[in-house]
T-cell receptor
């Protein structure tokens, strides 16, 4: 158990819908990262938040957004869903030694999203 | 931009045999390198990491990896594989000190390891 929790575990929805994925980082970790794992794209970094502020952005679609709340939990919002958004979405958290550079990221179990 | 290549999509070994999973990275400065393992239906677990210093890094579960700057490689090894090692293995790189992408990890495509009894 990494200490990172994600809900829900599975999510099945239809095209055009909007969903919210939730992540609670390990106690004390200020950084939260979101990754998408799909068969064709592999594991891709989406976005990082540090203590409530966006810190780095990857290949995140405009239909996707995220935020980190004062209690440090994070939510990833996916809207206007398409079939191609079906994937496993991981959240990871890390501490902040050396501004977070190179720190181990602890991964949650993931949320499997299926868009029908 | 940083990138990682894992040339082997699938490797099959017999239990008790030695293992080497290949990883090549591309990054302009000193990279931070990681190996993660993912069991079916599970999240990713860190096996080991390299930041600096000794180029041979020991990890959990009997794994080790060697950083070779001249070859831009960070291959994962295990002297004797156990059936429980069957999983998917990912090599990843993060920007080193001075990088602007902070802790962002760039992953390779993964190598699926099958272990025969």
């Amino acid at each position: 158990d990494s200490g990172v929790t994600q809900t829900p575990k599975h999510l099945i929805t239809a095209t055009g819908q909007r969903v919210t994925l939730r992540c609670s980082p390990r106690s004390g970790d200020l950084s939260v990262y979101w990754y998408q794992q799909s068969l064709d794209q592999g594991l891709q970094f989406l976005i990082q938040y540090y203590n409530g502020e966006e810190r780095a952005k990857g290949n995140i679609l405009e239909r996707f957004s995220a935020q980190q709340f004062p209690d440090l939990h994070s939510e990833l919002n996916l809207s206007s869903l398409e079939l191609g958004d079906s994937a496993l979405y991981f959240c990871a958290s890390s501490g902040e030694k050396d501004r977070g550079i190179g720190n181990e990221q602890f991964f949650g179990p993931g949320t499997r999203l299926t868009v029908l | 931009a940083q990138s990682v290549t894992q040339p082997d999509i699938h490797i099959t070994v017999s239990e008790g045999a030695s293992l080497e999973l290949r990883c090549n990275y591309s990054y302009g400065a000193t990279p931070y390198l990681f190996w993660y393992v993912q069991s079916p239906g599970q999240g990713l677990q860190l096996l080991l990491k390299y930041f600096s210093g000794d180029t041979l890094v020991q990890g959990i579960k009997g794994f080790e990896a060697e950083f070779k700057r001249s070859q831009s490689s960070f291959n994962l090894r295990k002297p004797s594989v156990h059936w429980s090692d069957a999983a998917e293995y990912f090599c990843a790189v993060a920007a080193g000190a001075g990088g602007t992408s902070y802790g962002k990890l760039t992953f390779g495509q993964g190598t699926i390891l099958t272990v025969h009894p």
